[in-house]
């Protein structure tokens, strides 16, 4: 029992203010509020919150005022009720802190800095000698710099924002920034949309039959090009991805063709020419053997059920007998082989120099 | 895990630049304003913030304000140390646009640190020194009368103090130059 009054005392000895006008005044009268807070509903606890707000930032201004941890001439107390400003004036909006906040804290806590010069024991506003004012002037305009050197960070996230490409670039050239990885690497997204266009080209002409690969070889360069639209769809729209531009290299090989499909990327970067990824697939013919006919004629009898049903009418049986179905007796009787395409494709190459020349078969 | 691109080079060459123009600056002005080595490190240090300060307030607003191919061609610069140069244009306009604009950021420099340099006088006189600096002169044309004796006086001041400032400033920024341009070599 006694233990715990002489807990409490020195508890009190620690909070009591020493006279009322006091920083420690400012934050109790916070504290107190902000309880007071807990318990209020509505409009009321917004203003009480408010009011807490308030006098926590009087309080910690007051004691960085009062006693500024010095080290080598700046005050570093002032850093605190800088940073509670700028919460408090930016931060209450939403619950992130916003960049706006970052960047006038530096400013915030040099303001603070320099006020106390100017104030006087007793609360009294004075002037400061000039030989003084003039340091002061200086070390608020450290401080504001401070300020610019974060906003320009800013800047340059935002610039990553807008072309997150850049990333994987080599930085190394440049005399303002230098790239910080910690055990990752970062991809360049030409990588992303060449992986998707792959997957859609395979929808597209994979196990399909030959005669529509080579349907699609003549529109080869238009249809790449949709490839691409639609693989850069699936991405997060962002401002670069008006920057990736399509290619293709189609060539026909010994069996069947060579693909190359080519995401290119110019205007900004180390490589003054732009860089290219290429991605090499070959679509090869497979024969396979033909289906039986009892299967055969199952899947054509299926064909022209859904054939009917789309035209919904009973009676009316468009284009007749599919071509399959009106084959030779020869076809019909011994089990022939049909050949279906097949794509296969490598893995995404590195960041190449330049861009491709493209060569006309 | 974390890869982010940090402006840590243009923190550390902003302290060398600011430090070699300071102390360059600095020398000048006390050798031709007849200043203390205090006074004049002061006025060399608060001159040279304000006018980096200004200079980053002009770039924060301006940037966002050009045209797209601009505002690529400076990513470019920032962030990879080069011009992406539009095969069109030959090598000769881009330099003379180069410095043109190295010209214009002198200019503007100066213009910057006229005012500001005049801002301060006004704030906090340097009445000692310019009384000091009278006495010199007062003692070379005493017949003169006092009137105009005092306005010759305020003009020698003022010319004598933007000379010294233009000079300091074109010695402090062939400095830098010089050593950007090295730096931009290693």
Known sequence: MKKIINFLTFIIKIVKPPQFFAWKTGIIISFLIWVIALFAVGELKNILAFLSWLFLIIGTVWFAVENPLMVSGISISSWLPGGLICIFMFGSLSNQIPSIALVIWPTASGAIAVMREFVQPGAKFKIPPPRVCQKLLILFLSHVLISCWLQFNFFIQNWLQRYPSLLADDFSKSTFVVKIEVLSKANSRGAVILNSMESLLKTQINEKPWSEVEKWRINASKNIQILGEQAKKQLPSVEENAMWKFGEVFLPSNSGYNLELLVKWQGLGSMPDGYHLKKSCKIIPVSRLAPTRPERLRTTFREQRKDIRSTKSRFVRRGGFPATAASTPAELAAPSSVTLSQVQCGPVSDRINGQPKIAKP | ?186
């Open chain 2, 1 to 186: 895990m974390l890869v982010t691109v940090l402006p840590l080079r243009a923190v550390m060459f902003q302290l060398l630049f600011l430090l070699i123009a300071i102390s360059v600056e600095a020398f000048i002005i006390q050798q031709k304003m007849i200043l203390t080595r205090r006074v004049s490190i002061q006025y060399a240090a608060s001159l040279n913030l304000l006018s980096t300060i200004l200079g980053w307030l002009i770039f924060f607003f301006l940037h966002p304000l050009l045209p797209l191919d601009w505002q690529k061609q400076l990513i470019n610069f920032i962030l990879f140390g080069h011009f992406a140069t539009k095969s069109g244009l030959p090598l000769v306009i881009i330099f003379f646009d180069l410095g043109l604009f190295t010209l214009l950021i002198f200019l503007l420099i100066l213009v910057i640190e006229f005012i500001a340099l005049e801002l301060l006088m006004n704030l906090k006189s340097i009445s000692k020194d310019a009384q000091f600096n009278g006495q010199i002169i007062s003692q070379s044309d005493s017949g003169e009368k006092k009137s105009v004796r005092r306005e010759n006086i305020d003009h020698y001041l003022e010319r004598n103090k933007s000379k010294s400032l233009f000079i300091a400033n074109v010695y402090s920024q062939t400095l830098i130059l010089i050593v950007s341009f090295l730096i931009q070599k290693i």
